[in-house]
């Protein structure tokens, strides 16, 4: 299974394909849509936001509300694109010469423009000096195909009984540090209804966060960072519960579940940092604590504690996984940083540019579908499965097994 | 460019082919044998140690100290096989169908024993109870084979100038988590001979830590991890210098390097989170702290800092490359932790087996070799090259415009 | 570089992503409508043809009529899905749970019909039986999407100087086997303008064929299989020249550029065989009239003869490349075939259905695309390139040095 | 699934890492050796055959007669290493810079020798001119490797009930070039045992010919050839029985079974060209006379002939696959050919070199291979499989439903 995203932020659309996904599974433009809806989700979100929210168009691999087998092809118009009277299709036009269009010559700093430029040759001529290709494609707006792709096999999973959700921990200066401090909310909630109640809860706050004093202190964090011209980043914590035992494997370290979730999580732009289970804690603590020991009930293995994260050797073992995100606060700030111009040489600061404070609530959605497309891709590893009817099958003899 | 490894820890070898590499980088099995003795290194590793110190035999691929563009084939021989009278020909038998052989059928709580026997069908018959294979393979052995192939790779960016080294930065307890309290020491080490600089220097303290006051305070801290019969963790720093500006992209997800390398620490056994440049204090800070100013000296670029770790929009930026890894506690642990056995379903603690405290050190010097492959990948993407001089003189011409 | 293709036939359309191009490579739609048009030769094409002249969109990754580095994102309506009133958005409803429509049970032998329904489950309920997405996929319109695609790689050849062309040898009865008997013919076409040439000259004929005599004869064939309710197949000859010496490699076998060239005509519908340079008759002949004999002149390596087919050792050798690939008759005949219903059971003769007489002139264009995408990225392999201008560079020096 | 090979044919040995086999497969080295070993059958073969009969080591993955899920490791010594008395030790020395040791500088017509020297740089300084590594690494023996490594995945087949066959068809002007001429023979020895009766009946002609006549009559051109210092090719004809409905697929290009069937035929040393089913006389019959009308009989679906070869629209089919190979003949003759001295550019014939007249019986049996290994990529991307119980009660499942 694999998936190829394509289009700029100011392009006339994105698009993407998802192919080798079984077919028969439930899949609708909607259920689509509505993880894409939740990319919106934040306090903070700049006015832009409401413009783009996406409607997605498939164009191929389903039928009748099921996948087909065959490669699965979506389209999303960018509402900008026509729309903002800024001149947009002239600007990124397909065709001509380009004469008469504005460059972008002022690299910002803490983004891909100045390494991007250099990498494809928009630093000099003949194709430039000029980021706009650069800040088009590198830009988050990406993240939205990358959702509706991973929707795909979010579905697959959801149709099996696996859900992903996510909650964010910390933005800024509000937060915790220690999973133990919120482990008792969220796994109420998981034992309500999984990690979609997990999710369902976080998204009811305006920053994604459990518990409405820390919702508060965030926003009152972000309006005082607001103020200040400056941006915040985060913490958020990605679960998925009704993962099989047995996905990943140690016997290559490409095939490792966990370097691949880690993979996934800094796979998508602006994140630092990403812990699996007790994360950079299991580095202060001894051994005898950050081991989950394994119970038997009958004939059902399991842990007592889940510090791991649901993953040992590479391998899921049955227990909720756990993976946590860090992003850096947007780089965009109201604050003036320093740079040069492409063209000049000359030291300048960066621009004004309108710009969301944080937007680690939506990333935190991004993280949800890219850690579910990792789960799915491993799930076929080791179920196979051309068709959804052979793949439900295999996973239950499974789950009947205890696994 | 890709690798494979295999091979048991108590087999008769390991083994690894590396593909793709161009010819005529220098390599000798010399060369490959300083980077698995520093596999070695640390305070508090058991006796086990000495006896397994390795030596590489290259099979294919090198001839007269160079590459030559065919696969590399390396071989290790497992010391212990033979020598340990513990009958490790007839337990790990390739041939005959295993009578007699003792099965381990209590699975250790923190390793791949159990999911490892769950995934394989080790955990019931025909092929078990009996988690030995998953044991042998799962293994922190394995990483000797890894180290031995990705340090081909790192050979060839030696001889471009580009070095890879690292530091531990905590032992449990000990150790310092902002990369400010480290950031002049190690820097005046890079200064001075890049990351080849650091990682000599951190060789000289027995727990690779820069400070002889904080390598005391950490060896006294697994001192009294050993009399306590328990094990510690820790976090290192892998930093890269001389990587060209270029390496990675943001245009699909998966090709972005802070992702691959995100991949490579945790493609590593034990490894729990990794970080990039700040890291999760990215999460932490004011955007105005976090981004690094773009400056212009003459015709070359730079940056006021590197709070980024050396990577922006997934592309390495010229600056240090900084990764830190976080390592859980080693779950051999002499206090027994709960479990229960394969055959009989029982309760039971874990067996007291002979450990060390910690592998910290160690797997700082595994991180070093995971990244250095990345690199490699990146680099080859970037320049093609099937000899090592039509690779240089493009490394050089990149170099001459000051990428 | 890789690039998917998604879209089903009487879907609303055709979707390609293509990523990994450098930037700076010159193309524009035009370009590729280009390659796009020349998939309509051929006599004896049934009237669809004309309504499905195609004209691609590009939603991405190319600006100012150059790529950007960024995936390419590339569109192609499928003309029938409004205008043939035949119902397509009903049947091919992407939501729904498709209640009276009707479904296709009769799978016609020679097509993927129900290997396709098998492997997908469309050969009972809850989706079946109902063959319709299996038609719809497999059917050869894909290959419209497939030469989009592989047109961007092959722009990028074509501003190295690189080019692909093709004529058709044979039409089922009508043709030459031995390519000594064109090689005059088509050596001085490559000698006047390169592969280029060829293929324009074969396009002036209404079968792709070099020759009056022979393509007079051949459509003579083509109008009695037509009388005759028949179909037929025949064999063509790729081209490609400027194509530099050392891509592909013997390093590994899954490397070498003839294995890949066989793959690329073989993903090809309908195709069966697949021949470099003297191919099949290379079995038959002595040793002495198959090598082609080493020359020097000057510093200019060379070969007396091109047996080979521009291939040694799964390494190009500075010849020019010779494939050729033989399609099987069009499965959809006028005579029915036997077959058995899906839902039935009951033996049936296939219905009659309107179907050209042979789709070797098209099929001979696809095959190109496809032979200079393999060429693109095995140039990419050696030469690497994240811009056009550095992979020109590179080319140029080793052509300097007589590659 | 994926494996790699290494190894120089006059270094100390091959080897080779199959990595992603289910647990659980019966293999023993045994079982590979049988397969090693029919790799030496052929008429005219010189005497380096019997020094090089090959006996594989494995260094891990197996234990107890069965694969564990971890890579299997092969090593294959090379007799003629220490035995040739040929200095092979200092001239394939790894380390050293060489002096002394004598350089090839004459490349030979139809090896890689001299697009390989160029392709890697052995051609001038600093590492050339010499194609020794060119000749070692490009050379047949690495088939020896290919065989073991694919024989592992062949005894998975085999426990399945899926075998692969050949038999040769044709050497030089000795043979059939129409199915239809041994087709009887062929299904006979199918009918009675499937692929494997096939082999071992051709096992017994020391051109693996079915039919003593046909097999004298080839063995004349043999020795007809010997004596006019010339070499013979020849098609071989691969078939493999049990192979379930439902492998390879349409939905993208590169999926499709026979695309990857044809790469794996020329990914071999010196083969020219490939067909499937009737291959490159479906490019001359009729429509009417390529089909294969559909049958069914109760609820198994049948077709009438198997002029497909087993595979419909990129899909297995549940008719015996069929799969032609043509090999050039060797290209090492008593008759010299021209070529010129890579040091000093002079013109020169080749020098004098035993060789066998042809090596197309033993080629057909590393086809046999790598089909095998297609197919078994193919298996486990439809049914998964960690373990070879769950694999083989999937596929037992689908041939219950008539697959």
């Keep these: 299974m694999r998936y190829l995203t394509a289009g700029e932020s100011h392009g006339e659309a994105l698009v993407g394909i998802v192919e080798g996904m079984p077919a028969g599974v439930p899949v609708t433009p909607a259920d689509i849509d509505e993880h894409l809806s939740r990319r919106w989700l934040g306090y903070g979100r700049g006015g832009r936001a ?28 960018n509402a900008a694109y026509e729309k903002d009277r ?5 600007t990124m036009a397909v065709m001509g010469d380009g004469d008469g269009v504005e460059r972008v010559t002022l690299p910002r700093p ?20 000029d980021v706009r290709p650069v800040i088009d ?10 959702v509706a792709c991973c929707s795909v096999a979010r579905q697959m999973l959801r149709a099996l009984g696996i859900e992903v959700g996510s909650h964010v921990v910390r933005l800024g200066e ?12 969220r796994d109420a909630l998981l034992a309500e ?3 979609r109640a997990l999710y369902e809860k976080a998204d009811q706050s305006e920053v994604r966060m459990l518990g409405d004093a820390l919702s508060e202190r965030a926003i009152e964090h972000i309006k005082a960072a607001k103020k200040a011209g400056d941006t915040l980043g985060g913490v958020y914590e990605v679960v998925a519960t009704g993962v099989p035992v047995g996905l990943g494997s140690y016997a290559q370290g490409d095939r490792r579940l966990d370097g691949r979730l880690a993979q996934a999580i800094l796979s998508i732009q602006a994140q630092k940092a990403v812990e699996v289970g007790d994360g950079w804690l299991a580095g202060r603590r001894p051994g005898s604590e950050v081991h989950d020991p394994i119970t038997r009930d009958g004939d059902r293995w399991g842990r ?17 996984l756990v993976v946590r995100g860090t992003m850096k606060p947007i780089p965009t700030l109201i604050k003036p940083l320093g740079t040069a111009d492409l063209a000049t040489g000359e030291a300048q600061p960066t621009r004004y ?35 959804f009817g052979a793949l439900r099958e295999r996973v239950e003899a499974d789950r009947e097994r205890g696994f």
Excluded: C
């Design 353 to 387: 540019e309108r710009s969301d404070v944080t937007s680690v609530p939506a990333a935190s959605t991004v993280a949800e579908a890219t850690v579910a497309w990792e789960i799915a891709v491993a799930l076929l590893e080791r179920y196979g499965g051309d068709t």
């Design 137 to 146: 494609r590198s830009s988050a707006r990406e993240t939205a195909m990358r």
């Design 304 to 320: 007592e504690s889940n510090h791991a994260g649901g993953v040992e050797g590479g391998i899921s073992n049955g227990q909720p």
């Design 110 to 129: 803490g983004h891909a423009d100045l390494v991007g430029a250099q990498k494809y040759g928009f630093d000099r001529p003949p194709h430039g000096p």
């Design 86 to 90: 800024a001149g947009w299709p002239e």
């Design 50 to 77: 409401k413009v783009e929210r996406d409607q997605v168009r498939v164009l191929g691999g389903i039928r009748f509300s099921h996948t087909m087998g065959s490669p699965v092809a979506l389209l999303l118009p």
């Design 174 to 185: 509000v937060g915790l540090d220690d999973p133990a401090g919120w482990a008792e909310d």
């Design 193 to 195: 209804g999984g990690a």
